[in-house]
C-alpha cells in the first residue's frame, strides 16, 4: 500500500498542528503519489525542534477533518449532522466520557445502546453513533428539528386546504361570501410556517457548533499535546 503523502497546504496545517498554533482552513485533495509522507514531515520538524510525536498528531486531525450534511427542506435546514473518521479506536473508557459531554452539551440524559461493535446514544432524535472502521472507529453525529418540520408541514397542509376551499367558492360563484371564513385558517397557516421557519438558522448554528466542539475533544487521543483546535475547521 502506497504511503499517504501530503500537499503543501496539508504540510503547513500539520505543522501548524505541532506547534499549537491556528490551522490553515483548506485541504486540497492531492493523489497520494505527490506530496511529501508523514516520515518527511517527521524529519523536518526534527530539524526545527518539533517531536516527531507532535508531527503525527497534527497529520492524524487533519485526517480526521469531519465531513458535514445538511438536511433541507423548503430550502430551510431541517437538520444537522456530522461525520469523523477517527483513524484510531475509541476506549470504553473515553466513550463513557463522551457520553457525559453529550449529556452536558444537549442538556439530555439519553439512552446508550451496544450491538456488538456498534454503540450509539441517541434522544429524541438526535443521535451520535460510533461505528468500527477499517481504520478503527467513525464517529456519526445527526439530528432533526422534529416540532419545525411538523409545524411547517401542518402550515402547509392547512394553506392547501384554503386554497382547495378558495377554488371550490370561486368555481360554485360564492367566493366573495366564503372569502371572511378562509382568512383565519389563511393567517393561521401562515403563522405556522413563520414559526416554524425562523427558529431554524439558529437551531442549525448551534448544533453544528456544538457536534464541532464535541467531535475536536475526541479526535486527539487523551493526554495528547495537540489541542483541539487542530481539527480543521469547516
Same mark, same amino acid.
Given at each position: %500500500? !502506497? =504511503?499517504?503523502?501530503?500537499?503543501?497546504k496539508e504540510i503547513a496545517a500539520i505543522f501548524r498542528a505541532a506547534t499549537e498554533l491556528p490551522p490553515v482552513a483548506e485541504r486540497a485533495e492531492v493523489p497520494r503519489d505527490e506530496g511529501l509522507t508523514l516520515a518527511d514531515l517527521q524529519a523536518i520538524g526534527r530539524e526545527v525542534g518539533i517531536?516527531? =510525536?507532535? &508531527? @503525527?498528531? /497534527? +497529520?492524524? !486531525?487533519?485526517? @480526521?477533518?469531519? /465531513?458535514?450534511?445538511?438536511r433541507t427542506f423548503l430550502g430551510l435546514p431541517i437538520g444537522v449532522?456530522?461525520?469523523v473518521d477517527l483513524n484510531r479506536r475509541l476506549t470504553d =473508557? =473515553? #466513550?463513557e466520557r463522551l457520553v457525559v459531554q453529550l449529556r452536558e452539551v444537549f442538556n439530555a440524559r439519553g439512552r446508550t445502546r451496544s450491538d456488538g461493535s456498534l454503540r450509539q446514544w441517541t434522544n429524541g432524535n438526535l443521535q451520535v453513533l460510533l461505528e468500527p472502521t477499517d481504520t478503527g472507529h467513525r464517529l456519526?453525529? /445527526?439530528? &432533526?428539528h422534529g416540532a419545525a418540520r411538523a409545524s411547517i408541514g401542518a402550515g402547509i397542509f392547512v394553506l392547501g386546504i384554503t386554497a382547495t376551499v378558495a377554488m371550490a367558492s370561486a368555481l360554485g360563484g360564492y367566493f366573495g361570501e366564503a372569502l371572511p371564513g378562509m382568512a383565519l385558517p $389563511? $393567517? +393561521?397557516?401562515v @403563522? %405556522?410556517?413563520v414559526s416554524g421557519a425562523v427558529r431554524l438558522p439558529? #437551531?442549525?448554528?448551534l448544533r453544528k457548533r456544538q457536534m464541532e466542539a464535541l467531535a475536536a475533544k475526541v479526535v486527539v487521543p487523551p493526554g495528547s499535546s495537540t489541542p483541539p483546535a487542530a481539527l480543521p475547521p469547516e
Open positions: %500500500m !502506497a =504511503e499517504r503523502r501530503y500537499n503543501d517531536p516527531a =510525536e507532535a &508531527v @503525527a498528531q /497534527g +497529520a492524524q !486531525a487533519l485526517d @480526521a477533518r469531519p /465531513g458535514a450534511a445538511s449532522s456530522r461525520t =473508557e =473515553e #466513550w456519526r453525529f /445527526g439530528t &432533526v $389563511f $393567517f +393561521a397557516g @403563522a %405556522m410556517i439558529r #437551531w442549525a448554528r
